[in-house]
């Protein structure tokens, strides 16, 4: 199984639409990233979470952390075309102290219908 | 400036041919990464570099080879390469490799790898 599932795997969001994907991880999550990728291009950098019950919020993007659940959550208001991609979460899931990786999520990817 | 930048976008290329990707950064970073990404999932680290010097190696095969050649520098040489390492490729920096110090790594666009 993976180590940082997300879900859903895709989902399919009809414009101005409010929408939400998670993260779970099956280890203690000391920290999360949230990434966007459009198809075939790098990642760009969403924001990262510190703590659990932190919440960032970007333009129309939220994310929130729950470090007991081992859980991150990404929440999109008044969806727009833009915001269609793939979105991945990341966390350091090895803590081995300069054997440190991040470990990606299984991904997302988001339709928006005009 | 939060820029990675990969060259070339896109690389076609026997399997008895010798190529390099290369990937610079100008933040001051010294922490590097390769990452490889087949279609449809997740990216995977390949090689991490550390000031430097080689920190992390996936045990990726050797006919990919990294090279970092000053602080701003990264480079994966390939050579014998298989079909199935068509992918896209992924250079990453981040201000230090400590991820406990939650630093943040930043990726470059990538270079699509076709070969044939």
């Known amino acids: 199984s993976q180590e940082l599932e997300q879900s859903p795997q895709s989902l399919i969001v009809q414009e101005g639409k409010n929408l939400t994907i998670n993260c779970t991880s099956s280890?203690?999550?000391?920290?999360l990233y949230w990434y966007k990728q459009k198809y075939g291009e790098g990642l760009i950098f969403l924001m990262m979470?510190?703590?659990?019950?932190e919440e960032k919020s970007h333009e129309k993007i939220t994310a929130k952390l729950d470090e007991k659940k081992q859980q991150s959550s990404l929440h999109i208001t008044a969806s727009q075309p833009s915001h269609a991609g793939i979105y991945l979460c990341?966390?350091?899931?090895?803590?081995?102290?300069?054997?440190?990786?991040?470990?990606f999520g299984t991904g997302t990817r988001l339709t928006i219908i005009p | 400036d939060t820029e990675v930048t990969q060259t070339p976008k896109h690389l076609v290329m026997g399997m008895t041919n010798k190529k390099s990707l290369k990937c610079e950064q100008h933040?001051?970073?010294?922490?590097m990464y390769w990452y490889k990404q087949k279609a449809k999932k997740p990216p995977e680290l390949m090689f991490v570099?550390?000031?430097?010097?080689?920190?992390i190696n996936e045990s990726v095969p050797s006919r990919f080879s990294p090279e970092c050649p000053n602080s701003s520098l990264l480079n994966l040489h390939l050579h014998a390469l298989q079909p199935e390492d068509s992918a896209l490729y992924l250079c990453?920096?981040?201000?230090?490799?400590?991820?406990?110090?939650?630093?943040?790594?930043?990726f470059g666009p990538g270079t699509r790898l076709l070969v044939l």
């Open positions: 990453a920096s981040s201000q230090d490799q400590v991820l406990a110090n939650q630093e943040t790594q930043y």
């Open positions: 280890k203690t999550l000391y920290g």
């Open positions: 933040m001051g970073h010294r922490a």
């Open positions: 990341a966390a350091p899931l090895i803590r081995n102290f300069g054997n440190e990786k991040l470990t």
């Open positions: 979470l510190q703590k659990g019950g």
């Open positions: 570099y550390s000031y430097e010097k080689l920190s």
